[in-house]
């Protein structure tokens, strides 16, 4: 299903057959950006496995979504739902952009695309994880309607550098 488009940009959901590009992706922004949990050279995934790792999300109903120019991959966001009846009205979300991939509303498309995912299968919060000096993803989160809900202090070590992430969610409708 293809959700959006901005400029070239098309918001679409992944197929397997996406996988070698989207982990091209994935080594590209590990390499250009220090907001991922990922350093370089850490992923370690090879295309069978990640191709696998998204059939895994399809037969759960989970969601990833890229953003494609031409046959290249530039962005993308997930969703990936908990497990038990307690706990699967709500989804986990991921999301990163290409430096040159963002300010061009990329995503917000994505965002706007996992909101429609959400209602379509019945989760009512989403919840992510920013660290908390990454000011414009915060801003983006925040109007697509995530709010504070905390802090985790000293989580990760960047560049040898203690980081606090913030907890954020949005409850939807």
Same mark, same amino acid.
């Given at each position: 299903?293809?959700?959006?488009?901005v400029?070239?940009?098309?918001?679409?959901?992944a197929e397997l057959s996406?996988?070698?590009a989207v982990l091209r992706m994935l080594n590209e922004l590990d390499e250009e950006t220090r907001f991922m949990m990922l350093e370089p050279g850490e992923r370690g995934l090879d295309v069978a496995r990640f191709a696998g790792?998204?059939?895994d999300l399809r037969l759960r109903s989970d969601c990833y979504l890229v953003a494609g120019e031409g $046959?290249? #991959? /530039?962005?993308?966001?997930?969703?990936?739902?908990?497990?038990?009846r307690r706990n699967k009205h709500s989804a986990e979300v991921v999301m990163g952009l290409l430096p040159r991939a963002r300010g061009r509303g990329v995503g917000t498309k994505l965002l706007a695309a996992i909101d429609e995912w959400a209602a379509r299968v019945g989760v009512t919060r989403l919840e992510?994880?920013?660290?908390?000096?990454n000011l414009p993803a915060i801003g983006l989160y925040s109007k697509r309607g995530y709010a504070a809900e905390g802090v985790r202090r000293? $989580?990760? #070590? /960047?560049?040898?550098?203690?980081?606090?992430?913030?907890?954020?969610?949005?409850?939807t409708e």
């Open positions: 299903m293809i959700f959006g488009q400029d070239q940009l098309r918001i679409r959901d996406d996988a070698a790792w998204l059939a $046959s290249e #991959v /530039v962005g993308f966001a997930h969703a990936e739902r908990g497990l038990y992510l994880t920013v660290m908390a000096h000293h $989580s990760l #070590v /960047v560049d040898g550098q203690p980081v606090d992430e913030l907890v954020m969610a949005k409850i």
